[in-house]
């Protein structure tokens, strides 16, 4: 980190020494190329005279300011022409002294580093734009250092070329339209100068592009420039594509903006996304300038470990009672009139979601790299969380209809329609939906905890049919109550019939559960901690509830427990 203070830059003294090394204090020109510098040009046999010179006085205290007036020569260049080797020269001083001294400061505060980024950043396109000289038809020049990579390209009015080579570099490219450029200059040439910083983001930060909301903001590629030297009509022909390879993890929940500096700050004007995938993005921009890739994320939720246990315990005591409801479901023997289809299929559809989804939280951290299983799993999850709210709908509808033909609530109902067609109804629904919406949006499923994205109001896939069933149950469930209320009233006040009246309002308010209503607490949790842990409780427990209300406070299966646990006993016996 640089560190400025009354305009210079503290440095260690091997700092300047380093400098000191590289630099020829004389009319000569710099003669310092690492062993790892390639080129593909030749260096030329004679250059212009540089005078390039570190002022005298320089010390450690005043290294930083030594720098900066090494910078001003360097933008001072005069020479049209420079050898390829004096520019990689040049900039392998002036990158590895930045370098270091980003290392050994302590700090410094955002303006400095934006300035110090804006100097860099003339003083390298003043440099690569040496390189250019005059050509007939087209000739190119490329380099690679440690810290920059740089591509020219040139050409004349005899170019043959009806359009120039994408110019690459190790993780950026850049697909321009200089032809058309150059046939608007009436010297019929134009030149581009492509550059690739691999450190430059260390002074322009991604934390300078500003955004309205408080997201987490990550360089996703290196900084580029693009410019056209030494060309007299700089209006481009057509937007520049420019290929970003992704340098770090990507976050398919994150935003990507293809933005550009300005002065100060990162912004977004000119450009846009063209295509992305989870290795690259293409950008493309209608003027030329610096750029790069930024992500935002959202900052991550705090972890409220209270909560998650809590959570934990109640998903899986609710997956233990769908089980056991289940279990009953299938071993006991029901009377014809019953019709337990929807009832069953609510305790399948959401014990597979939630128990996909508990293995998915538990195993995130494997799961979420691999892109194609986490978007199936969130689409797996979608397909059985709305399969789940498609048979509640239907079992409040089969209970409305046994309400108002039934004197009092009880086991029984008439069968409306059959098994098979109820089971066509309550999966293709859910199954229609969900293809749909991967039609439409394919690329909405996989958010960072694979589930639905939000981005784009794709998940009110899920949420728009959960809402309209909502709220058809909450009304349904109003007029069952209204209706059980004005039966009630004439019965007999008998001991034995008040009992059964006790079990019928504990029934029917257990309903408001098993129907899915108490997930309406969902759109009011926000900001209340008490409201959370309700609706934690209440829908994790679906299935407690389907297990009191059909099988523990069955009279018919009651007994047959009974029966089992009688006879078990005598098997012990025995």
């Given amino acids: 980190m640089a560190f400025y203070q009354t305009g210079l830059i503290r440095v260690p003294i091997s700092v300047m020494l380093y400098i000191l090394a590289c630099i020829t204090v004389t009319q000569e020109p710099i003669r310092a ?37 090494l910078l001003e020569q360097i933008e ?66 490329s380099f690679t250092l440690a810290a920059v990579e740089g591509r020219v390209f040139m050409v004349g009015p005899q170019v043959a070329f009806e359009k120039i080579p994408r110019l690459d570099t190790t993780n950026s490219s850049v697909a321009i339209d200089l032809i058309g450029i150059a046939k608007n200059n009436n010297e019929r040439s134009a030149a581009v100068a492509f550059m690739s910083y691999n450190t ?41 594509n420019f290929t970003f390879k992704h340098i770090r993890e990507f976050v398919p929940s994150g935003s990507l903006s293809c933005v550009y500096w300005n002065i100060s700050e990162w912004i977004v004007d000119g450009c846009s996304v063209l295509k992305t995938n989870s290795s690259y993005t293409v950008c493309s921009c209608i003027h030329l300038s610096t750029f790069a ?75 979420r790299p691999q892109q194609v299983l986490c978007a199936v799993i969130s689409g797996l999850l979608h397909f059985l969380f709305l399969s789940g709210f498609v048979w509640m709908f239907i079992e409040s509808v089969m209970l409305f209809i046994c309400v108002k033909n039934l004197s009092q609530i009880s086991s029984k109902k008439r069968e409306v329609l059959s098994s098979g067609f109820l089971c066509v109804i309550g999966y293709a629904v859910a199954l229609v939906v969900v293809c749909v919406s991967v039609g439409l949006v394919p690329e909405g499923y996989g958010s960072e905890h ?93 299935g407690t509830f389907i297990f009191l209300i059909y099988c523990v406070l069955n009279d018919e299966v009651r007994q047959q427990y009974k029966k089992f646990f009688r006879c078990l006993f005598c098997v012990k016996q025995h």
């Fill in 293 to 367: 890739l930024i992500m935002q994320t959202s900052h991550p939720a705090e972890s409220d470990s209270q909560l998650d246990l809590l959570n934990l315990v109640c998903v899986i005591m609710g997956l233990v009672f769908f089980s056991l409801a289940l279990l009953t479901f299938h071993l006991c023997q029901w009377s014809s009139g019953v019709n337990n289809v929807a009832r069953i299929n609510i305790c399948i559809s959401l014990l597979l979601a939630h128990l996909l989804f508990l293995l998915t939280q538990r195993f995130l951290s494997l799961i």
């Fill in 33 to 69: 190329v690492p062993p790892y510098i390639s080129s593909t040009v030749a260096p030329e046999t004679s250059s212009p005279g540089v005078n390039i010179t570190l002022q005298e006085g320089c010390t450690s205290q005043t290294i930083g300011g030594c720098l900066q007036n």
């Fill in 76 to 141: 001072n260049i005069t020479a049209q022409v420079l050898p390829l080797n004096t520019v990689t020269d040049i900039l392998t001083v002036a990158f590895n002294a930045s370098e270091k001294i980003l290392e050994s400061s302590s700090s410094a505060n955002p303006t400095e580093l934006a300035s110090y980024g804006n100097r860099v950043l003339k003083t390298s396109e003043k440099l690569i734009s040496t390189l250019v000289k005059p050509t007939d038809t087209n000739d190119s020049v």
């Fill in 200 to 240: 430059m983001e260390n002074l322009l930060k991604p934390d300078f592009f500003k955004t309205s909301n408080n997201t987490v903001k990550t360089m996703m590629s290196t900084v580029i420039s693009a410019t056209l030297p030494k060309t007299t009509n700089t209006n481009l022909t057509k937007p520049v």
């Fill in 450 to 542: 694979c589930w639905i994205k939000i981005e784009k109001g794709f998940i009110w896939s899920f949420l728009g049919p959960v809402c309209v069933i909502l709220v058809s149950n909450t009304i349904l469930f109003v007029k069952i109550i209204i209706t059980l209320s004005s039966k009630l009233t004439n019965l007999n006040a008998e001991v034995s019939q008040m009992k059964q009246t006790k079990i019928i309002v504990f029934k029917t308010l257990a309903q408001f559960v098993v129907l899915g209503c108490s997930w309406i607490l969902g759109f009011f949790t926000k900001g209340s901690k008490v409201l959370e842990i309700l609706f934690l409780i209440l829908n994790s427990q679906q």
